[in-house]
């Protein structure tokens, strides 16, 4: 007599979420996509992490600029349950040609359509300028925004690093390297709005003085615990005293 084994479904799903969990720890964003068309249960699973930091460097279609712009095109038709999985943009691999710019209102679509963003890389971005906020509204937010790299920014200036101040209340770590304009006023924004701050690299940005540090120093509402004042060669005795004075919570002071 034959026995015959009734196939359950739900136990094949079950062993295949345990050894999926186990392995997609390990694969490649190029396998990952691939996985994502196997069945609904792959597809679900991840979903979260191909969209949770685009990349734009490696694309099939075209160069880095060519993919963002893609990106850009492709925002307002995504389900809104998809785009809310994004938390990293790293825009530092874009760069401009002679003949080819990124869209004047890249930053309106991204504010627009990304709530969710945590962490921004516009690391030496030259289209970063004031042009870039015209057409916003006069308080935009970016409320979950936490960790900002604007470092080696060529078009950077205090307003700019004011605004941001305003737009980004819950900023805990930002990256200000090489910035070659006034940032004392930015700084000081930086310290009086954005309570949660706990990291500032200012490592080389030749403007930095003792008023910058005179900011961090007076505005404790924050709890600031690593700063990076590499290359600064303004920075004094009574800058250092000030920062080791006030900011009783500071674990890490890079001076080299």
């Not at 099939?60 to 998809?82: C, E, K, N, Q, Y």
């Not at 869209?103 to 945590?118: A, C, G, H, Q």
């Amino acid at each position: 007599m034959t026995h015959f084994t009734a196939y359950n479904p739900f136990t094949v799903l079950i062993k295949f979420n345990a050894v999926f969990n186990l392995t997609v720890l390990y694969l490649d964003t190029h396998t990952i996509v691939q996985c994502n068309r196997i069945n609904h249960s792959a597809y679900r699973k991840t979903l979260p992490l191909i969209w949770s930091k685009p990349r734009f460097d490696k694309g099939l279609v075209g160069d880095a600029l060519s993919v963002f712009h893609r990106f850009l095109d492709t925002l307002p038709l995504v389900r809104i349950a998809t785009i809310q999985n994004i938390e990293t943009l790293d825009l530092s691999v874009i760069e401009e040609s002679l003949y080819d710019h990124v869209r004047p209102d890249f930053w309106l679509l991204l504010v627009r359509y990304i709530p969710n963003l945590k962490t921004l890389c516009l690391r030496g971005a030259s289209f970063l300028s004031c042009d870039t906020f015209q057409g916003l509204e006069q308080y935009w937010k970016w409320p979950g925004v936490e960790t900002l790299d604007i470092s080696y920014c060529d078009h950077m200036n205090q307003a700019i690093l004011m605004q941001l101040a305003d737009a980004l209340p819950a900023l805990r770590s930002i990256v200000l390297d090489g910035l070659k304009c006034q940032i004392s006023r930015g700084v000081d924004a930086l310290s009086d709005r954005c309570d949660k701050l706990e990291t500032i690299s200012l490592k080389s940005c030749p403007t930095l003085s003792d008023n910058c540090l005179v900011s961090l120093a007076k505005f404790r509402k924050h709890h600031l615990r690593s700063l990076d004042l590499s290359g600064c060669r303004q920075i004094t005795n009574k800058g250092l005293m000030l920062t080791a004075k006030y900011n009783i919570k500071l674990h890490t002071l890079l001076l080299a």
